[in-house]
T-cell receptor, first 109, second 116 residues
Framework: GQNIDQPTEMTATEGAIVQINCTYQ??????LFWYQQHAGEAPTFLSY??LDGLEEKGRFSSFLSRSKGYSYLLLKELQMKDSASYLC??????????WGAGTKLIIKP | GAVVSQHPSRVICKSGTSVKIECRSL??????MFWYRQFPKKSLMLMAT?????????EQGVEKDKFLINHASLTLSTLTVTSAHPEDSSFYIC????????????FGPGTRLTVL
């Protein structure tokens, strides 16, 4: 079967750094996405990794290890507006997006 | 660029009625569109994949006669929830993809359906 695991909920402090992990097992691999989703809204694109390594984009970075089936999203200098769910999704061999259940990130002042 | 719209954004209907949700790609041609459903605090669940001019491919467990999908043009796909029941209440999200990059999907803002 196809499976993506990520923590259900995490709490962090404003201004700090948080790392959200994602492990996956899918039928084939064509890339891994991280999306941000605020309650009642559609997901918005954050990052895309297809090669091993770290992709940095402002306060957000995403890392991928294909051999380990592992990725993480790193958020720096946390702001209150970063409170949201963060979804890990993998494109499989059929170019279907397989979604994790999402990690609800709670930012405290 | 790459904007996808959905209409309506919210709809409340009585049990037994049918509801149509439109998904439009505003500034690009979407050869493939996807329909997702999301229950509260749950992940997105792919319902079906539709290609312009052909029948939609439904995921296992999704009733094709209940969730009618039409992809009549390269910019419009519609999802009709027929004979809606309270258990169909959910957040429905569409996304669109071009032939140029199979990896990139552009999401609509979603439609909140409440069936009374």
């Amino acid at each position: 079967g196809q499976n993506i695991d990520q923590p259900t909920e995490m709490t962090a402090t404003e201004g700090a750094i948080v790392q959200i992990n994602c492990t996956y097992q899918t039928s084939g691999f064509n890339g891994l996405f991280w999306y941000q989703q605020h309650a009642g809204e559609a997901p918005t694109f954050l990052s895309y990794n297809v090669l091993d390594g770290l992709e940095e984009k402002g306060r957000f970075s995403s890392f991928l290890s294909r051999s380990k089936g592992y990725s993480y999203l790193l958020l720096k200098e946390l702001q209150m507006k970063d409170s949201a769910s963060y979804l890990c999704a993998v494109t499989n061999s059929n170019y279907q997006l397989i979604w994790g259940a999402g990690t609800k990130l709670i930012i405290k002042p | 660029g790459a904007v996808v719209s959905q209409h309506p954004s919210r709809v409340i209907c009585k049990s037994g009625t049918s509801v149509k949700i439109e998904c439009r790609s505003l500034d690009f041609q979407a050869t493939t569109m996807f329909w997702y459903r999301q229950f509260p605090k749950k992940s997105l669940m792919l319902m079906a994949t539709s290609n312009e001019g052909s029948k939609a491919t439904y995921e296992q467990g999704v009733e094709k006669d209940k969730f009618l999908i039409n992809h009549a043009s390269l910019t419009l796909s519609t999802l009709t929830v027929t004979s809606a029941h309270p258990e169909d209440s959910s957040f429905y999200i569409c996304s669109a993809r071009t032939d140029r990059d199979y990896n990139e999907q552009f999401f609509g803002p979603g439609t909140r359906l409440t069936v009374l």
